[in-house]
């Protein structure tokens, strides 16, 4: 049911070969209230929140505008997008392909999901940008 929503956009900044430097940047809009599933990747990877926020990372912290976190590979890790949706870099270093591999959610997370769906997926199909997209072509 997430799946089939519209609640997240993601670009492809920056991809580079290793005789280039080996860095990829990602930017990545989750709508407001978009509940991640806990997963890991193959990579290390680094975010750095540039508008909105993150509630709940791993549990209990609240990331805002300027938070940077670290999730070395094979940690897994989830938020939700705070009620303005959320904003994110992602950067990974040397990888040619990144693997997303989800793991076991923390008891009550699918339905917390299942909830953001049906709250939410109307206002989710209106947004088809996130706020710094939205600036630029305004």
């Not at 929503?5 to 989750?30: K, P």
């Not at 975010?47 to 990372?57: A, T």
Request: charged fraction near 25%; aromatic fraction near 10%; hydrophobic fraction near 40%.
């Amino acid at each position: 049911m997430l799946a089939g929503t519209d609640c997240s956009i993601n670009r492809l900044l920056v991809h580079q070969t290793a005789d280039e430097g080996g860095m990829s940047i990602v930017y990545l809009f989750f709508k407001p209230n978009f509940p991640l599933f806990r997963h890991k990747h193959d990579v290390d990877s680094l975010y750095v929140v540039i508008s909105g926020s993150v509630v709940g990372f791993m549990g209990d912290e609240t990331l805002r505008p300027g938070d940077c976190f670290a999730v070395p590979a094979g940690t897994p890790y989830y938020y939700t997008a705070g009620p303005e949706g959320v904003e994110v870099l992602e950067m990974f270093r040397d990888a040619e392909t990144v693997t997303v591999i989800y793991t076991d959610n923390r008891d009550g997370r699918l339905e917390e999901a299942q909830e953001a769906v049906r709250v939410n997926a109307d206002a989710w199909k209106k947004i088809t940008a996130g706020p710094l997209y939205r600036a630029n072509t305004e």
